[in-house]
C-alpha cells in the first residue's frame, strides 16, 4: 500500500485542496513550483483543479520538518 501512496522514493503525490496555489503546495513541501510544474507537466500555473494529484519531490528540509 505504500507504493499506492508514494509514487516512487522521494515523491509524494498531493491532492489539490480549494484554496491551494502552486507558491503554496512548494512552500509546504520545501520544493519550487518550476520543479512542481515540470514533474507534472503543467503549463499554465492559474489551471489548478481541486481535487487534482500532483507528484511531488519535496525538498530536503520537508523530510527534516516531518520526522519531528
Known amino acids: 500500500k505504500v507504493a ?3 509514487p516512487s522514493r522521494g515523491f509524494v503525490r ?3 485542496k480549494r484554496g491551494d496555489f502552486l507558491e503554496k503546495i512548494a512552500g509546504k513541501f520545501h520544493t519550487s513550483i518550476s520543479i512542481i ?4 507537466k503543467i503549463r499554465n ?3 489548478l483543479a481541486v481535487g487534482q494529484t500532483l507528484t511531488i519531490r519535496p525538498g ?3 523530510f527534516k ?4
Open 4 to 6: 499506492e501512496v508514494n
Open 14 to 16: 498531493y491532492k489539490v
Open 37 to 40: 510544474r515540470e514533474d507534472n
Open 45 to 47: 500555473a492559474n489551471l
Open 60 to 62: 530536503r528540509k520537508y
Open 65 to 68: 520538518s516531518s520526522e519531528q
